[in-house]
C-alpha cells in the first residue's frame, strides 16, 4: 500500500494490520475493556484501530462533554455500507455525545462536479430519511451543509490555512489542486466544528472513518495542534473495515449490482444475494472435508456487519460453514430470510420517516 492515500479515489484493503504499522493507528486491543455495552461494531473488530479514542471515553466515564463528527458525500442510494456510519451515529448519540454530520456538498461540487441542488435532494431523501428510520432522534443531530456554514465556520475553513503549507499538503494527499484545497480546509472546518466557542468550546471529539480518510484526519490534527486562536483538543479517530460489494469488489454508490440499497424491494435484495460471492468450495465434497474460506464470503459479512446482532449465533454460524456443516446455500437462506425481515419493517419506518422530512424541509 503506498503511504500516499487518495481519499477521492478508491482503495481496497487486504490486510488492516498493515494499515495500523503504515499509518501510525493503534490498535483497540488496549481499550477493549473500557468501551461501553456491547455493540457489534467493537465486538467483531469491525472497528479496529483509533487514534486517541481513550480520550472520548475518559470524557464519558467522567460524564464530561464530548462529541461524533461524522460527514458524508451523498452521491446515491444509501445501502449497507452507509448504514455502519448510521449505526455508529446512534451509538455515540445514546452514549451521550454530541453528533455533528457535515453534508460534504461543497467537495462534492469541487472534487465530483455534483450541483449543489442534487446533493441536498439525495442527502435529505437517501441519508436523512435512513437516519430517522434507523432510530436516530434527528432533533438532537447537528445535520448540515456545508454550503450553509455559519460565519465562523467558514472563516475558520480559511484561517487555518495559515497553519499548513503546500509541502505539506503534497506530502500527506499528493498532487493537490485548488478546488482539493479548498475541500480539505472545509472538512478540518467539519472535524473542528464541534469545539468551535458556539458549541461549547474544546472538547474531545470522534471521527469515524476508513483508512481512506485518514489524510484528512493526519490534517486536522496538525492543524488543531498550531491554531493558537484556539487551544483545540486533538480530533480522535476510530476505523472501521470496508464492507465488500456483493460481487467481491469494491461497494460502490456508482455499480448498484455492488450494493443493496435500504430501499431495494425484498424481491431485489434477495436476488442479489443469490448472486453474491461466496467462501464455499467447487464440489460439495471439497466443501465437506475443507469447510469454507469464511473470510472471503461477502453473504456472511453481510450478517455480520449488519443483519445478526446475537453474537452466539454469529459464532454458531461461523463454526457449521468453516467446518463444513453448513453449505454456501443454506448461508445464503439465513441471509434472505433476514434479509426480509429487515427490509420488512424497515420500509415501514420509511414511511413514517417521511412525515418527519415534510415537516422539516417542507419546501424539499
Keep these: 500500500m503506498d503511504e500516499k492515500i487518495d481519499p477521492w479515489g478508491s482503495i481496497q484493503v487486504k490486510d488492516y494490520g498493515e494499515t495500523i504499522d503504515k499509518f501510525g493507528i493503534n490498535s483497540m ?16 473488530d469491525i472497528i479496529y484501530g483509533q487514534r486517541d479514542f481513550d480520550k472520548v471515553l475518559k470524557a464519558k466515564k467522567k460524564n464530561e462533554d464530548f462529541a461524533m463528527m461524522t460527514g458524508m458525500m451523498p452521491s ?21 455525545a454530541d453528533v455533528y454530520v457535515a453534508v460534504a456538498d461543497i467537495e462534492a461540487y469541487l472534487t465530483r462536479d455534483m450541483p449543489l441542488e442534487k446533493t441536498r435532494e439525495i442527502a435529505i431523501k437517501e441519508y436523512l430519511r435512513n437516519y430517522i428510520a434507523l432510530g436516530i432522534d434527528v432533533d438532537k ?37 485548488p478546488g482539493k484545497t479548498i475541500s480539505v480546509l472545509t472538512q478540518a472546518a467539519d472535524i473542528l466544528k464541534p469545539q468551535f466557542e458556539e458549541n461549547g468550546g474544546p472538547k474531545p471529539v470522534v471521527v469515524p472513518v476508513g483508512i481512506d480518510q485518514d489524510p ?50 425484498i424481491e431485489d435484495a434477495k436476488k442479489k444475494i443469490d448472486s453474491a460471492k461466496t ?40 463454526r457449521r460453514y468453516d467446518s463444513g456443516e453448513m453449505l454456501s446455500g443454506e448461508l445464503k437462506q439465513i441471509a434472505k430470510e433476514e434479509m426480509e425481515n429487515f427490509l420488512e419493517e424497515h420500509h415501514k419506518k420509511l414511511e413514517r420517516a417521511d412525515k418527519k422530512i415534510a415537516k422539516m424541509f417542507p419546501q424539499t
Aim: hydrophobic residues 30%; proline residues 2%.
Design 216 to 265: 484528512h484526519i493526519r490534517l486536522t490534527r496538525d492543524i488543531a495542534s498550531r491554531f493558537k486562536e484556539t487551544d483545540f483538543v486533538k480530533p480522535s479517530s476510530i476505523y472501521t473495515k470496508f464492507m465488500r460489494g456483493i460481487t467481491g469488489g469494491k461497494m460502490s454508490s456508482s455499480d448498484p449490482k455492488s450494493y443493496i440499497a435500504l430501499n431495494d424491494s
Design 141 to 177: 443531530l447537528d445535520f448540515y451543509f456545508q454550503s450553509e456554514g455559519s460565519t465562523n465556520y467558514n472563516k475558520m475553513s480559511k484561517m487555518f490555512s495559515k497553519n499548513i503549507t503546500q509541502n505539506e499538503l503534497e506530502a500527506i494527499y499528493g498532487e493537490m489542486d
Design 76 to 96: 446515491g442510494k444509501f445501502h449497507f455500507g452507509h448504514k455502519l456510519v448510521a449505526d455508529m451515529i446512534k451509538y455515540f448519540q445514546n452514549l451521550g
Design 279 to 318: 467462501g464455499g468450495k467447487q464440489s460439495l465434497e471439497e466443501h465437506r472435508k475443507k469447510g469454507a474460506d469464511v473470510e472471503e464470503d461477502v453473504v456472511f459479512e453481510l450478517l455480520a456487519f449488519n443483519l445478526i446482532d446475537d453474537d452466539e449465533r454469529l459464532r454458531d454460524i461461523y
Design 29 to 44: 486491543d488496549d481499550l477493549d475493556n473500557e468501551i461501553p455495552g456491547s455493540n457489534r461494531l467493537f465486538t467483531r
